[in-house]
Nanobody, 126 residues
């Protein structure tokens, strides 16, 4: 059974940092694109960043460019989202998602993804 499990969420002060981890269960990451999405209360799910594990291509939404980094940990078979200089507007439930993606890049559109994690809460507040 294919599953994704996110971890690492929590409460952080504005300007702080947090790292989320996405661990697949039932498959390895090779050949998949992994995306991180977030959804704040009353808002639509937003694509934050993604990585194509075959090509290494990464994409970021404008609001997190230069603050967030996505990386693959080969030893742990995880994809990590490192978030720096967090702001209250980054508060949301963060989800990771996976899709077998034949293209060079990776999609930042939620309906392109087939497998989803349960989400982890990130709250940025003083």
């Amino acid at each position: 059974q294919v599953q994704l499990v996110e971890s690492g969420g929590g409460l952080v002060q504005p300007g702080g940092s947090l790292t989320l981890s996405c661990a697949p269960s039932g498959f390895t990451l090779d050949g998949y694109s992994i995306g991180w999405f977030r959804q704040a209360p009353g808002k639509e799910r937003e694509g934050v960043t993604c990585i194509n594990t075959r090509s290494g291509t990464r994409r970021f939404t404008d609001s997190v460019m230069g603050r967030f980094t996505i990386s693959r940990d080969y030893a742990k078979n995880t994809v990590n989202l490192q978030m720096k200089r967090l702001q209250p507007e980054d508060t949301a439930v963060y989800y990771c998602a996976a899709v077998k993606y034949a293209e060079f890049s990776c999609p930042l559109v939620a309906n392109e993804y087939h497998f989803w994690g349960q989400g982890t809460q990130v709250t940025v507040s003083s």
